[in-house]
């Protein structure tokens, strides 16, 4: 930094705040550090007392943290995305919509790999409301090196580093299997907590049907789930290994892929996902959905209800943070659990 006349400022940065005082109205910062002097800041400089600056001398090859920012602001994406002015060489990243939250790990890491600079997200793979905060941005310093910001550029790659993906999927059929609901000798209240998970991503029910433990009728539900416009499928109960729980059988009957019968998340350990040809999906849901406040389900609904196709290597990968502690009372989504 080097100190200089304050009518010679303009286009150089101020190195430390600058407060103004008004006897009985006003104390505080007229000018932030990191503030880029402007011409028309010279005359109240100058009535604050201030006829010399400190600055830093802006040479070639340097960035001010407020342009820094938005470069690196672009590189997270603005597809249904709110971007903040710029403040103090932060920019914070809102969702415009509601929908899944998606951050691509790896280049993010490299990018915050880079010294003197740094993207801040929330976890990706959750879901958002619109006006939810997603990421923040800066650089260390006032000033920083062009090279650096090229290097975190080359390493973010082509395309945005995050994205939010409104909810894709409208409907939902539910099978609920067991001859004990079919029959009417306990009541049914699996639908309810299940068909609520739902609506939270605007997801409407639009059938439900009780076929009972046969393996062969429980197919025949699902098939008729499938074939009538719903857009997934979702199977309750009969997920164990108990010799009368057929609902893993009749899904597969039913000409489902299935990606994973058993997840490494407690509860939930005995959930199905399936894929029909067409890309319909198609979940076996335990019981533990039923009462725990959130489960496997709670976990991969949003990218479910997104639209996105989830792989064996995804579920595998809950195992790290699937533990719920089962904390009384629930704070879902607020904790640990999935993250």
């Not at 699996?190 to 739902?198: A, D, E, G, H, Y």
């Not at 439900?208 to 309750?236: F, H, K, N, W």
């Not at 809950?318 to 089962?326: D, H, I, K, M, S």
Request: hydrophobic residues 45%; aromatic residues 6%.
């Amino acid at each position: 930094m080097k100190l200089i006349k304050t009518e010679d400022a303009v286009g150089h940065v101020l190195c430390h705040d600058m407060t103004m005082i008004v006897k009985d109205k006003f104390k505080g910062p007229r000018f932030r550090k990191g503030h880029v002097v402007a011409a028309e800041d010279i005359p109240v400089l100058l009535a604050m007392g201030k006829e010399h600056l400190y600055v830093w001398e802006m040479t070639p090859g340097m960035v001010h943290e407020n342009d820094a920012a938005e470069r690196l602001a672009a590189l997270c994406g603005r597809e249904n995305m709110t971007w903040s002015e710029v403040r103090e060489g932060k920019i914070e990243l809102t969702a415009a919509c509601d929908g899944l939250f998606q951050v691509d790990s790896a280049r993010l890491l490299a990018v915050n790999g880079m010294d003197e600079l740094m993207i801040a997200t929330r976890k990706g793979n959750t879901a958002v409301k619109a006006g939810d905060k997603l990421a923040g941005t800066r650089v260390i310093p006032l000033v920083i090196e062009e090279r650096k910001l090229c290097a975190a550029e080359a390493a973010a790659g082509g395309g945005p580093l995050l994205a939010v993906l409104p909810w894709k999927l409208k409907t939902a059929a539910i099978v609920a299997t067991g001859s004990e609901v079919q029959k009417g000798l306990i009541q049914d209240t699996f639908t309810p907590v299940v068909r609520q998970k739902l609506a939270a991503y605007g997801i409407e029910t639009l059938s439900v049907s009780y076929p009972g433990d046969e393996r062969q009728t429980v197919t025949a539900a699902i098939a008729a789930a499938r074939d009538s416009g719903a857009d997934m499928v979702l199977c309750t109960g009969g997920m164990s290994v108990d010799p009368d729980d057929n609902t893993p059988g009749a899904i597969r009957d039913s000409g489902a892929r299935v990606v994973s019968y058993g997840a490494p998340v407690l509860p939930g350990a005995m959930f199905l996902l399936g894929y029909w040809q067409d890309g319909k999906p198609v979940l076996g849901l335990p019981g533990c959905v039923m009462y725990a406040g959130a489960t496997v389900f709670d976990l991969l609904l949003p990218r479910i209800a997104a639209g996105v196709e989830i792989s064996r290597t995804d579920i595998t990968a809950l195992g790290e943070g699937g533990l719920c502690l089962g904390c009384k009372p629930c704070h879902w989504p607020d904790c640990p659990f999935g993250k």
